[in-house]
């Protein structure tokens, strides 16, 4: 395993309700990333960080804020939950390796359903 | 714009039975090509990574091979527990973002 805890791994929430997802890493790798899986969709990118207090946008970031306070954690919330943000969520580590950002490792996914 | 395309979506084999998985890509500046194994309710798990055209990688049963416009990911005589969806991802020079394709499942029967 890649040292990636994702909670809670399963969450079942009502329209216009915020939700918070974690990602947590022992690895001390400096990049982050949180992806949603969707049928038909494969996995894109929502956001990312390149360090602490360091994020920037994915492919589809609208209705999604992301903070990273310390190194080990990536936090994703969804402001007002929508039926359309029922997916699942994987959390993504990489470091660079000779000055190239490398391999992205996953988390186990954390199932969001919106009601 | 970054396209990666994988066929076939589904395939079914005999254990014993080899054969591969396309992905094909356009990208600008590719800086990796990527290929994961995902189990149901699990995230996915990495194999290998290619760099440059010609590079092979491989890891007991799997294969990867990786020209300028496509990679395979080659099984030979797969057993029932290579049963999974495998992914393919790329990411270009300019970002740290892994673009995926949609995946190939892969069934392999006794």
């Known amino acids: 395993d890649a040292g990636i805890t994702q909670s809670p791994r399963h969450k079942v929430t009502e329209t216009g309700t915020p939700v918070t997802l974690r990602c947590h890493q022992t690895e001390n790798h400096r990049y982050m990333y949180w992806y949603r899986q969707d049928p038909g969709h494969g996995l894109r990118l929502i956001h990312y960080s390149y360090g602490v207090k360091d994020t920037d946008k994915g492919e589809v970031s609208d209705g999604y804020s992301v903070s990273r306070s310390k190194t080990e954690d990536f936090l994703l919330t969804l402001e007002s939950a929508t039926s359309s943000q029922t997916s699942v969520y994987f959390c993504?580590?990489?470091?660079?390796?000779?000055?190239?950002?490398?391999?992205?490792?996953f988390g186990p996914g954390t199932r969001l359903t919106v009601l | 714009e970054d396209q990666v395309t994988q066929s076939p979506e589904a395939l079914r084999l005999q254990e014993g039975e080899s054969s591969s998985l396309n992905c094909s890509y356009t990208?600008?500046?590719?800086?990796?090509l990527f290929w994961y194994r995902q189990d149901p309710g699990k995230g996915p798990e990495f194999l290998f990574t290619?760099?440059?055209a010609g590079e092979e990688k491989e890891k007991e049963r799997l294969k990867a091979t990786l020209t300028k416009k496509e990679s395979f990911l080659h099984i030979t005589a797969p057993k029932p527990e290579d049963s999974a969806t495998y992914l393919c991802?790329?990411?270009?020079?300019?970002?740290?973002?892994?673009?995926f394709g949609k995946g190939t499942s892969l069934l392999v029967t006794p």
């Open positions: 290619l760099y440059s």
């Open positions: 993504a580590i990489s470091e660079t390796s000779r000055g190239v950002v490398d391999t992205q490792y």
């Open positions: 990208v600008s500046g590719l800086r990796g």
């Open positions: 991802a790329v990411r270009r020079d300019s970002g740290y973002a892994l673009n």
